[in-house]
C-alpha cells in the first residue's frame, strides 16, 4: 500500500509538482551557496589550500635566523572609488619573527563608501606557514568623504615551513589584499543628501 503522503503528492497535477521539485532545488542551491563562503573560509584555513593564511594569537618562541621577502600587494574590484596601497612594498622577515605592515585606504568621493577586503599570499605553498595575528581582512570599513586610514596587519612565518617538502624553498611571499565595494549601513545611507555627488576618477 502507497504511503499517504506519496499519495498525496502524486494527486497533485503534474504543472505543480513540477514548480515544487524547482523550487525546492533552487532553495537547496542557494543555501549551499551562502553556506559555501565559510565552509570554503575554514576548509582554506586549516589547510592553507588556495594560498589562505592560517590566524593565531602570537608568534612562535623560536625564531631562526632564516630570511624570507614579503611583498604586499594592494589591488580593488572594479567598482570601489577607493584608493588603496601598501605603505611598504617590501619587507624581509625572520621565520618566527612577529612583523607589522601597514595598508592605506582613501576615500576621495564626496561620500561615504563602505569596503570589506579579501585576501591571498602566493605561492599557495606558503599559505598554511603565514599566519596573521591582526588583520583588516573580512572586517567592515567605511571610509567618509575625504578620509585616509591606515590598516595594520600583524604576522609571522612559522619556523615548520623549513619542514615543509613544498614550501621550504620559498624565498618571497607575496600578500595581497583586494578591496571590494560593500553596501553602506542603513545609519549612513540615511545621513547622505538627497542628491549626492557623483564619484571622483
Not at 568623504?145 to 615548520?160: A, K, L, N
Not at 547622505?192 to 571622483?200: F, I, N, R, W
Amino acid at each position: 500500500m502507497m504511503p499517504r503522503f506519496r499519495q498525496g503528492w502524486h494527486a497533485l497535477p503534474g504543472k505543480t509538482r513540477t514548480a515544487l521539485q524547482a523550487s525546492a532545488v533552487v532553495a537547496f542551491m542557494a543555501g549551499m551557496g551562502w553556506a559555501a563562503v565559510p565552509l570554503y573560509d575554514l576548509f582554506c584555513r586549516v589547510t592553507g589550500y588556495g594560498g589562505t593564511t592560517s590566524v593565531a594569537t602570537a608568534a612562535p618562541d623560536t625564531v631562526l635566523d632564516h630570511t624570507v621577502r614579503i611583498r604586499f600587494d594592494a589591488s580593488r574590484a572594479r567598482d570601489m572609488p577607493w584608493e588603496f596601497r601598501p605603505v611598504e612594498r617590501v619587507m624581509d622577515v625572520r621565520l618566527g619573527e612577529t612583523a607589522l605592515a601597514f595598508y592605506e585606504a582613501y576615500n576621495p568621493t564626496d561620500r561615504p563608501v563602505a569596503g570589506v577586503a579579501s585576501y591571498n599570499v602566493t605561492p599557495y605553498e606558503a599559505g598554511r606557514h603565514f599566519a596573521k595575528i591582526h588583520c583588516f581582512c573580512f572586517e567592515f570599513q567605511v571610509l567618509q568623504p575625504g578620509e585616509r586610514m591606515e590598516m595594520p596587519v600583524s604576522f609571522f612565518v612559522d619556523p615548520d615551513m623549513l619542514r615543509d617538502l613544498d614550501a621550504r624553498g620559498v624565498r618571497q611571499i607575496t600578500l595581497s589584499y583586494t578591496f571590494h565595494l560593500a553596501d553602506l549601513p542603513e545609519e549612513y545611507a540615511l545621513a547622505m543628501p538627497a542628491t549626492s555627488g557623483t564619484t571622483e576618477q
